[in-house]
């Protein structure tokens, strides 16, 4: 699979998936899901922050906006806390 530097990641996997023979993404898809929502409870501001920094200004404000949409999902529909991610 040629690299798809905007495709949207977990699209991404599932071609990936399809790509190399696998009939059922499911539980690829599950243990992948719950990888990530482990991650989101450990993340800290400082690593926020370094994902925000090579940003212009304008792209911050953008990914602040976009993150914390993102934050209110994960804390709503996954029951992912995490105060960090709260001060994006």
Known sequence: MASKGKVYFLTAYIEFLLDTGIKSEEYYLGDASRFLRFLLTRVEEGDIEAFLEPSSPSYQKRLRKTL??????????????NTALERV
Request: overall charge positive; charged content about 35%; cysteine-free.
């Open 68 to 81: 914390r949409k993102f934050y209110s999902f994960a804390h709503e529909e996954l029951k992912i806390t």
